[in-house]
């Protein structure tokens, strides 16, 4: 399985953005998408997962109520929907294959990972 992800950019505090990642092969339904990020200095956190099946959404504190994420199975592609964009949102975000997520404790088994898009929010 391979994932490409798209969409990132430079945009002011206040706007939007919708990444998307694109996944090659048969499998899309049988994973869990997730995405996360990474900021300069700091460790990658867990930003939000939709899960197969019922599609149940799962997402960080700090984006709850400004991002939504979503898939679309029969175009293997999971998104992101970006509001309310804030400096501290900024980092590179990647999508991952996930063979599970739970969200007691935000566990979860990632199997792939795409390459990452960087989303600069100025202030």
């Known amino acids: 399985v391979q994932l490409q992800a798209c969409g990132g950019g430079l945009v002011q505090a206040g706007g939007s953005l919708r990444l998307s990642c694109a996944t090659s092969?048969?499998?899309?339904?049988?994973?869990?998408m997730g995405w996360f990020r990474q900021a300069p200095g700091k460790e990658r956190e867990f930003v939000a997962a939709?899960?197969?099946?019922?599609?149940?959404?799962y997402y960080a504190d700090s984006v709850k109520g400004r991002f939504t994420i979503s898939r679309d199975n029969a175009k293997n592609t999971a998104y992101l929907q970006m509001n309310s964009l804030k400096p501290e949102d900024t980092a590179v975000y990647y999508c991952?294959?996930?063979?599970?997520?739970?969200?007691?404790?935000?566990?979860?088994?990632?199997?792939?990972w795409g390459q990452g898009t960087q989303v600069t929010v100025s202030s």
């Open positions: 991952a294959a996930l063979r599970y997520y739970n969200p007691r404790g935000s566990s979860y088994g990632a199997d792939y």
């Open positions: 092969g048969r499998t899309f339904n049988s994973y869990v």
């Open positions: 939709v899960t197969r099946g019922d599609n149940s959404a």
